[in-house]
């Protein structure tokens, strides 16, 4: 079953503009993942968050954890069309698997 | 440094016709290894997972089956497809073991379309 859960499903903004997308999830988990789509291809793995963190920051990414509410943000800064993607969060509750959600559609227009 | 291949990158197969997808991973040892499928516009549902040659194990109950002949070789088959077989395949690996940091890599994935 899907543990993650993205919200919004889609989301559309303007270049420039800060785009956050959230994800939660229900069971207890050792961290939290952020993948990238692009359409028709493999996802890429952005940023991991382990579940003793509570912020973490690669370039434009910044990643929220907050455990008590099962719950994750990704944000995207300054955003360009080149960010045009599907966003997925996984967990991880062991060693062996991720558990990804449905994934939430960032389209930025130029 | 790794790397993931994995094959054909696109076919359309009859219903009841056999499917054999293929998956390598290099530049690693006894990596843990999965095969996704993914709905138009869907997440992703996890199919299957090896820890080791021969180790399979199902998630869903399913048309498909999964082996492991080889230590970085993961193949997806099926015997005769079904209509909802139609999807996005991923195969993926990942370090075994590691819970702090088990990032997965992704191959780039194949369209199985069944007519």
């Known amino acids: 079953s899907q543990q993650g859960e993205e919200d919004p499903q889609a989301l559309s903004i303007q270049e420039g503009e800060n785009a956050t997308m959230n994800c939660s999830y229900k069971t207890s988990i050792n961290n939290l993942q952020w993948y990238r789509q692009n359409s028709g291809r493999g996802l890429v793995h952005l940023i991991l968050i382990r579940s003793n963190e509570r912020e973490k920051h690669s370039g434009r990414l910044r990643v929220t954890l907050d455990t008590s ?27 062996r698997q991720l558990t990804f959600g449905s994934g939430t559609q960032l389209t930025v227009l130029p | 440094s ?60 399913q048309n498909l089956s999964a082996s492991r002949p080889q230590d970085r070789q993961f193949i997806l088959s099926s ?22 940091g088990n990032t997965i890599y992704f191959g780039e994935g194949s369209w199985l379309t069944v007519v």
């Open chain 1, 69 to 95: 509410k099962k719950s994750s943000s990704l944000l995207i800064t300054a955003s360009r069309a080149a960010d045009t993607a599907s966003y997925f969060c996984a967990t991880a509750g062991s060693a």
């Open chain 2, 79 to 100: 015997k005769k497809l079904l209509l909802s077989d139609s999807g996005f395949y991923l195969c993926a690996w990942k370090v075994a073991g590691r819970i702090s």
């Open chain 2, 2 to 61: 790794q790397t993931i291949h994995q094959w054909p990158a696109t076919l359309v197969q009859p219903v009841g016709s056999p499917l054999s997808l293929e998956c390598t991973v290099e530049g690693t040892s006894n990596p843990n290894l999965y095969w996704y499928r993914q709905a138009a516009g869907r997440g992703l549902q996890l199919l299957f997972y090896s820890v080791g040659i021969g180790q399979i194990s199902s998630e869903v109950p």
